[in-house]
């Protein structure tokens, strides 16, 4: 494309510049320790318990565009102002730790549909090859049973942007996914759906609506299709964690503010399930030629995530270059499976030394496995077992100075910091290729667990071949994806 998109998304302001190159001081080696402004986390962890979204006001056309009054904004950037999780639902749970269990168990599910879903693709088995397509080609609410959930009881993290679906476009949250590529909606009418901060899609109103046949290529594309009537195509994605969307597989006009997609191949869920936090339905930004960015023909994109428990916005944008002082990276494709954004990293540091960890560790082998990729959906960083008990033996060693504390949920390495206001922790880096180096702010690998004290180590073990680089340790950092020249890049503090 040739404009830019921008959408704000749970935290930052855009920018977009030309790209010069790495900044030489962003090549430099790390300090050996950074600083946790540990009073800071704390606060927030009481905040977010204490937010009422009912006092926000409520989205109105006329804040939709920042683009004509930011000045980091080029000529042609579209902005579009997204309301944040919690501008949606108020947090129901008690206490923050609460709030952090759930997190961690909606984020376990989520790692292991990924999982499921690569380890299929490399043995050449699709989810349909695996179960007849349940649909209920009639949509009738018995067909697919369950509780209406709102996500927001499950603390779930996702971020949204505003979209507007159909003409005249019908304003909507959609969940944001590296992790994903159908696009779809929540429609009338509805025999099972979970709850949503705005009115279902009425498809019957909207003048572009086209139902998709079976014979099309994008009906083709999908990994779960059936065929109603040996005509429309009938759509099916699941997500591992309980939540699922089926119906209607369809094209309809996609509006970005004040500029507008015809013909995006997208579902229409009549039978849906799901943790979303009152977002209507989900924008899937992954590799594969259903995903939006896709269907956009977008050259790169890029996003910007702020702490999930803040109320302020971020942006993603399409088709906007690399800042000067991007640190960058190979951006590597799976030949079984394009969805996932795979990363080209070489090593880890820990107070500035690099950890015995081999290279291969984070490489992909030639049938598919291993590898690590980076995803906006998962929250914490998964690392092989062996690389993991490298890594958290280095951090602890660097911090046997300070109290420790009893594991919580997947995290097995923890401190009681409630008698402090700010700690000196090992700096974390990334390694990669031709030198470049990433260093993590502390707070991006040190997070609170409750609002007393508890902080843990952010990162956790898996068994499988598939490393994950989640969004608690992309926070602060835009995260930019050169599609045509398959390149990942960082700009720290650029939100």
Not at 27 to 32: D, S, V
Not at 98 to 104: D, K, M, Q, V
Not at 226 to 235: I, K, L, P
Not at 357 to 378: H, K, L, R, V
Request: net charge negative; glycine share 8%.
């Amino acid at each position: 494309m040739g404009f830019l998109f921008a959408l704000l998304f749970a935290g930052c302001f855009f920018f977009t510049a030309p790209f010069v190159g790495c900044s030489r001081s962003l090549l430099q080696a790390p300090q050996p320790t950074t600083a946790l402004d540990v009073a800071e986390a704390l606060v927030k962890t009481k905040n977010v318990l204490s937010f009422d979204p009912t006092k926000k006001p409520a989205f109105t056309p006329l804040d939709q565009s920042l683009s004509a009054s930011s000045p980091s904004s080029s000529p042609s950037s579209i902005s579009l102002q997204i309301h944040p999780r919690l501008s949606i639902h108020k947090s129901s749970h008690l206490d923050y730790k609460a709030l952090t269990l759930s997190r961690l168990q909606r984020d376990s599910a989520r790692v292991s549909s990924l999982v499921t879903r690569l380890n299929l693709a490399v043995i050449g088995i699709s989810r349909s090859d695996l179960k007849p397509l349940d649909t209920g080609l009639e949509f009738g609410a018995e067909d697919l049973e369950g509780p209406i959930v709102s996500g927001s009881s499950q603390g779930s993290g996702e971020y949204f942007s505003r979209v507007g679906i159909g003409k005249p476009p019908s304003q909507v949250y959609m969940v944001l996914d590296t992790g994903s590529d159908v696009n779809w909606v929540q429609c009338a009418p509805c025999a099972d759906c979970y709850q949503q901060s705005d009115p279902i899609f009425e498809p019957s109103l909207s003048s572009s609506y086209s139902p998709l046949k079976c014979d099309t290529q994008q009906c083709k594309y999908l990994d779960d299709s059936e065929c109603r009537n040996d005509r429309t195509c009938v759509y099916e994605v699941s997500y591992g964690d309980g939540s699922y969307t089926v119906g209607d597989f369809v094209t309809e006009t996609i509006t970005l503010g004040s500029d507008s997609v015809n013909n995006v191949a997208i579902g229409c869920g009549h039978n849906n399930e799901g943790l979303f936090v009152g977002a209507g339905g989900l924008l899937g930004l992954g590799g594969g030629p259903l995903s939006f960015t896709s269907q956009l023909n977008a050259s790169s994109f890029s996003y910007c995530l702020v702490d999930r428990d803040s109320d302020s916005a971020s942006t993603l944008e399409f088709d906007s270059s690399f800042p000067p002082n991007t640190i960058t990276a190979p951006l590597i494709r799976n030949h079984q499976l394009d969805t996932f954004y795979y990363l080209g990293l070489t090593g880890i540091s820990v107070g500035g030394e690099l950890l015995p960890i081999p290279e291969s560790a984070f490489q992909m082998d030639e049938s598919g496995n291993g590898g690590i990729i980076i995803d906006s959906g998962t929250a914490v960083t998964r690392l092989q077992s062996d690389t993991y008990n490298v890594l958290r033996d280095a951090f602890a060693k660097g911090t046997k100075n300070l109290p420790s504390a009893d594991s919580v949920a997947l995290f097995d390495t923890c401190y009681n910091l409630s008698t402090k206001s700010s700690v000196d922790v090992p700096t974390l880096s990334f390694h990669f290729p031709e030198g470049k180096v990433l260093p993590l702010p502390a707070k991006n690998y040190m997070i609170p667990v409750d609002s007393v004290g508890t902080f843990c180590f952010a990162f956790a073990p898996t068994s499988s071949s598939l490393s994950i680089i989640g969004n608690v340790q992309q926070q602060g950092t835009r995260v930019g994806f050169d599609l045509g020249n398959s390149r990942v890049g960082f700009v720290p503090n650029k939100c």
